[in-house]
């Protein structure tokens, strides 16, 4: 089965902190995702990365950046965390083509 | 720009009972996918549908596709309160790289 793990499940940080979200997969996938789903919202994509070193931006990426120095791992970075990135942080990642398999998400509180 | 919209966004049912959603979306795309998410929990991937006129079945669910109207269904037969959760529709762009989301319709199975 496919794993992706994601660094914590709940983090309350404070308003202009610099802030690492960090996801893991296991299954050797080539593409990686970052999602923030809000209610009312649905699923919003951030950044997306289709190799070691290369990223994308999604449909909302001000505010944010990505890393990908190595293939299991892609993080996401709040330079300066503000309230409205309050939100639930879901990785995904998946061989090309196929479905995207989703982490358990982190929520994130920014105060 | 690449548009999906579910309908209802909130099913209330009796256990029993059969019921459609319905996931429309608004560029041609001959990839979509269906996921569940049960409260506080990550999306977990139902159906993959690649091609005009893909029907897939599992238990008391079943996904089908129809390409020219752009159209995805998820039918629910002789709902059981297990199947409570919030359902997505996913479309794929067609460099396979991006995921566009429904909103979501959120069901309640009711005893």
């Known amino acids: 089965d496919v794993k992706v793990t994601q660094s914590s499940r709940y983090l309350v940080k404070r308003t202009g902190e610099k802030v690492f979200l960090e996801c893991v997969q296991d299954m050797d996938h080539e593409n990686m995702f970052w999602y923030r789903q809000d209610p009312g919202l649905g699923l919003r994509l951030i950044y997306f990365s289709y190799d070691v070193k290369m990223k994308e931006k999604g449909d909302i990426p001000e505010g944010y950046s990505v890393s990908r120095e190595k293939k299991e791992r892609f993080s996401l970075i709040l330079e300066s965390a503000s309230t409205n990135q309050t939100s639930m942080y879901l990785c995904a990642s998946r061989e090309s083509y196929n479905e995207q398999f989703f982490g358990p998400g982190t929520r994130l509180t920014v105060l | 720009e690449l548009k999906v919209e579910q309908n209802p966004l909130f099913l209330s049912m009796q256990e029993g009972k059969n019921y459609t959603i319905y996931c429309n979306y608004s560029?041609?795309?001959?990839?979509l996918y269906w996921y569940r998410q049960d409260p506080g929990k990550s999306l977990e991937s139902l159906f993959v549908?690649?091609?005009?006129?893909a029907v897939k079945q599992e238990g008391r669910l079943m996904a089908s596709l129809d390409t020219k109207a752009r159209l995805s269904t998820l039918h629910i037969t002789a709902a059981v309160h297990d199947l409570s959760a919030t359902y997505f529709c996913?479309?794929?762009?067609?460099?396979?790289?991006?995921?566009?989301f429904g909103g979501g319709t959120r069901l309640m199975v009711k005893p």
């Open positions: 549908l690649l091609s005009n006129g």
């Open positions: 560029t041609t795309s001959d990839r």
């Open positions: 996913a479309v794929g762009d067609n460099a396979g790289n991006m995921l566009t």
